[in-house]
């Protein structure tokens, strides 16, 4: 069981958008903590996607977004390509466990 | 472009220490945190530690009684110990480049190895 739950699946049409959610607690997101996200294509090492809860690294594009509210994040990417088919996953720091904790992944399919 | 690459045996025994390098290249390892993170086959991603070229380290409570990094700095190296490991120490295990932003305590991570395979099993 993650500490920051996000949805196993989901799914859209090329040229779509869709949002993946990242629900923490008092202990983590809302409690202030910044998320970020990362995308993991199959049999390849995670890459950072968005970082500080919205910002995105040189070379990301700007179809991926995110935002953060309360306990949750958010993941939004837009103009769905096949290429964004992969595993995403949140990340923040959680004070109750004094650690950094990982959602527990979100399997993106591009229909 | 700065890359990692983790090192170390595919197989080890249980109850026995797994010890896996990594070498950073492209960029100096001075004045960073680094990580290693790991990830069972089918599974999500478990943080298991960092370390400050320093030496300062936090670790993954849930582990910190079977781990211990360290960093060499004159190889641009960190290593990760990981002491008495069973069947469910069995994960691709990641090294990581860390960095802090205002708003985490422990950071994230911008640069990551390619993974290494390590097998539990007698």
């Known amino acids: 069981q993650s500490v920051l739950t996000q949805p196993p699946s989901v799914s859209g049409a090329p040229g779509q958008r869709v949002t993946i959610s990242c629900t923490g607690s008092s202990s983590n997101i809302g409690a202030g903590y910044d998320v970020h996200w990362y995308q993991q294509l199959p049999g390849t090492a995670p890459q950072l996607l968005i970082y500080g809860n919205i910002n995105r690294p040189s070379g990301v594009p700007d179809r991926f977004s995110g935002s953060k509210s309360g306990t949750s994040a958010s993941l939004a990417i837009t103009g769905l390509q096949a290429e964004d088919e992969a595993d995403y996953y949140c990340q923040s720091y959680d004070s109750s466990l004094s650690g950094s904790v990982f959602g527990g992944g979100t399997k993106l399919t591009v229909l | 472009q700065v890359q990692l690459q983790e090192s170390g045996p595919g197989l080890v025994k249980p109850s026995e220490t797994l010890s896996l390098t990594c070498t950073v290249s492209g960029g100096s390892i001075s004045g960073y945190y680094w990580s290693w993170i790991r990830q069972p086959a089918g599974k999500g991603l478990q943080w298991i530690g960092r370390?400050?070229?320093?030496?300062?380290?936090n670790y993954n409570p849930s582990l910190k009684s079977r781990v211990t990094m360290s960093v060499d700095t004159s190889k641009n190296q960190f290593s990760l110990k990981l002491y008495s490991v069973t069947a469910a120490d069995t994960a691709v295990y990641y090294c990581?480049?860390?960095?802090?932003?205002?708003?985490?305590?422990?950071?994230?991570?911008?640069?990551w190895g390619q993974g290494t395979l390590v097998t539990v099993s007698s």
């Open positions: 370390i400050y070229t320093s030496g300062s380290t």
């Open positions: 990581a480049r860390t960095l802090v932003s205002h708003g985490d305590y422990l950071g994230y991570f911008d640069y």
